[in-house]
């Protein structure tokens, strides 16, 4: 079975510095991986997804993820963030087997001060 | 207008009472998700329909049951709630293609008396 780790369940930040969100992953076939955030009283939003091709994605409000198949990691990061960046991302991961089933992590809250 | 939409988006109930949560979405989408979150655990999976007639478990089903009404309904009922299934549920539907991305609803808070 597949599962998910966010290494830091709270990164407080400050305005303007860059930010990574660590997550790491086990599985022993392929997977799909993926970076939803959740902004305060809302639902889950896709920011990023790592499916095939390029190792580095690229996604919404700036962020970017690089797979990392040796390492088995999928780390999220964004070289200045601001204080609208403030909410709880979820790393997920998809077996290539699985269906349409996600495996989401703990998340890790990002608050970014002024 | 939102393409998944969750009712109600609050419920506050007590230990065995019967409660449904409801799900629909505009997005034409066969596959249809239940999920709830609780603090420090993530998302997880409680049920999941691939279409109509399609109904499978996820990994925390007990005390739970769906019913897929059509296409664009999903409905997830706890037959008698108990405090522990306070949380944040979330409906999520996907498409049937390769790319597969779950589209979240606003979610329902439901608090268990």
């Known amino acids: 079975a597949q599962s998910v780790t966010q290494l830091d369940s709270q990164v407080p930040v400050f305005e303007e510095a860059p930010v990574e969100l660590r997550c790491n992953y086990s599985s022993s076939v392929s997977v799909y991986l993926f970076w939803y955030v959740q902004y305060p009283n809302q639902g889950l939003q896709l920011l990023l997804k790592?499916?095939?091709?390029?190792?580095l994605v690229k996604g919404i409000n700036g962020f970017e993820a690089e797979f990392n198949k040796s390492q088995t990691s999928f780390h999220l990061r964004k070289p200045s963030v601001h204080i609208s960046d403030t909410a709880e991302y979820f790393c997920?991961?998809?077996?290539?087997?699985?269906?349409?089933?996600?495996?989401f992590g703990e998340g890790t809250q990002l608050t970014v001060n002024p | 207008d939102a393409d998944v939409t969750q009712t109600p988006r609050n419920r506050i109930t007590k230990t065995g009472k019967r409660i449904m949560l409801e799900c629909s979405q505009t997005?034409?989408?066969?596959?249809m998700y239940w999920y709830r979150q609780d603090p420090g655990l993530g998302l997880r999976l409680i049920y999941y329909?691939?279409?109509?007639?399609?109904?499978n478990k996820g990994e925390i089903s007990d005390g739970y049951s769906v019913s897929r009404q059509a296409q664009a309904k999903f409905s997830l009922s706890l037959e008698s709630a108990i405090p522990n299934q306070t949380a944040l549920y979330f409906c999520?539907?996907?498409?049937?293609?390769?790319?597969?991305?779950?589209?979240f609803g606003p979610g329902t808070r439901l608090l268990v008396l």
């Open positions: 790592y499916l095939s091709g390029s190792t």
């Open positions: 999520a539907t996907s498409d049937r293609d390769y790319q597969e991305t779950q589209y």
């Open positions: 997005k034409g989408h066969d596959r």
């Open positions: 329909s691939f279409d109509v007639k399609d109904i």
């Open positions: 997920a991961v998809r077996l290539e087997t699985s269906g349409s089933r996600l495996t």
